[in-house]
């Protein structure tokens, strides 16, 4: 493992979270090999939302004019209830003096990624290898052995460290031997896509709304080129009856109540977790993004959050590299990154699905009640938006020792 070739950082998983950590790191002149399983970069309608945060980050890397140009810039958003309307919106322009980015963006995951290939591709330091499916990972005191499942079949390959950013049924995980602790909602999300302008049916709703109903909630995003709408599922309903055309068509004109409201682009439906692996490395290996922890949609922090986990470990990853801090700053990075998935993202996307789900009619109405409280007051609201996109937590987890 001490040949130059192993001189370097495995990086499994080419999502946001991996390639924004490749970029981190061949930034600082440290070498990486990313292994991604898909056999070129794919069209993933995932993840949309990008906070103030990450917004930051993306412009310390030089790539936030992919997701400006290419996103909906969206400083208001809303709680709704689905018959009475309003329920509390909120200005992230009162947030100007806290952050550069005042709103959120509102663009497709798939947009920045293909960017950020595009800019790896022209660092000499940086090995993008598709096709490649990590297997598992080995590490001793010199560094770490990678097996994938190539073209060519099985391989392994050295490295220093391994940054284990392979998604939800991570394999590097599995390598750890951790638990990814927490619960699975009995609810699923299906999510479609469509050109019908919601705006006509609602006048007044902002790009970004949470619909309260016992019965049929909704999340509603307005994306440059299209609207994305997502309902819970209906109790007994087989996944492929979900997204089918009769019954896609059929929910968004009761919904709605306006015929028209075809669902041309995407369907999607998909299991909410919430989660988070017991510990975040151990040795040389470590893992970020959802391969670490997995959450509610609710909130859009999701993605947002393994972004910040890659900036993150990056970060520590170039000091020891360096040789200016040792490797228990990756224990640091475990404490401050956990911190964040528990205690910010964990409990606010729990709040917001408990919002807009809950049945009991007294429990709605006190939720509804506590949150026109809070936009009609500027000092809470403000506390409350910068909990909401991110800021308040991410500056308190990245103080812990």
């Known amino acids: 493992m001490a040949s130059k070739e192993s001189d370097r950082v495995v990086i499994a998983g080419g999502g946001p979270t991996g390639l924004i950590a490749a970029l981190s790191l061949a930034r600082q002149d440290i070498p990486v090999l990313l292994l991604e399983s898909q056999d070129s ?3 993933h309608r ?22 400006l140009n290419d996103g909906r810039i969206t400083p208001v958003w809303q709680f709704r209830d689905r018959h009475e309307g309003v329920v509390a919106e909120f200005d992230l322009s009162a947030l100007k003096d806290e952050t550069k ?7 497709e995951q798939m947009e920045l990624n293909r960017a950020l290939h595009a800019t790896l591709a022209d660092f000499p330091n940086v090995d993008v290898r598709f096709s490649h499916e990590v297997l598992g990972a080995e590490q001793d005191a010199d560094g ?5 499942d190539t073209p060519d079949g099985e391989q392994t390959f050295a490295g220093r460290y391994v940054f284990g950013a392979d998604g939800a049924r991570s394999s590097i995980r599995r390598s750890l031997g951790v638990r990814l602790g927490g619960f699975t909602y009995d609810e699923k999300v299906v999510q479609y896509g469509t050109t019908f302008d919601v705006s006509e049916a609602m006048p007044d709703i902002a790009g970004v709304a949470y619909i309260s109903d016992p019965d049929e909630w909704c999340v509603i995003l307005h994306l440059p080129e299209y609207w994305r709408v997502t309902f819970s599922s209906r109790e007994g309903e087989p996944d492929d009856v979900a997204v089918s ?3 896609a068509e059929a929910r968004m004109k009761a919904f709605f109540g306006k015929g028209g409201a075809t669902v041309e682009l995407h369907r999607n439906i998909w299991t909410i977790h919430q989660r ?5 490395r151990k040795g040389r290996i470590i ?18 959050s393994g972004v910040h986990d890659a900036v993150n470990f990056a970060d520590k990853m170039g000091q020891i590299w360096r040789g200016e801090g040792e490797e228990d700053l990756l224990d640091r990075y475990t404490r401050q990154r956990r911190h964040m998935a528990l205690e910010d993202v964990r409990q606010q996307t729990i709040r ?15 939720s509804q009640d506590e949150m026109r409280a809070v936009a009609a007051n500027a000092d809470k609201s403000f506390k409350f938006m910068m909990g909401s996109s991110m800021i308040a937590g991410l500056r308190a987890a990245n103080v812990l020792e």
């Open 41 to 43: 970069p794919k069209d």
């Open 46 to 67: 995932r993840a949309t939302t990008f906070h103030p945060p990450t917004l930051e980050y993306l412009d310390e890397l030089g790539m936030v004019d992919a997701v």
């Open 101 to 107: 980015f005042p709103y959120r963006v509102q663009c």
């Open 144 to 148: 770490v052995t990678v097996r994938a």
């Open 245 to 247: 055309d009769d019954v």
């Open 276 to 280: 988070v692996a017991e510990d975040f």
């Open 287 to 304: 893992i970020g993004g959802d391969a670490a922890h997995i959450n509610s949609p609710m909130g859009g922090m999701g993605m947002n």
């Open 352 to 366: 917001n699905t408990k919002f807009i789900a809950e049945k009991d009619p007294a429990e709605r109405r006190k």
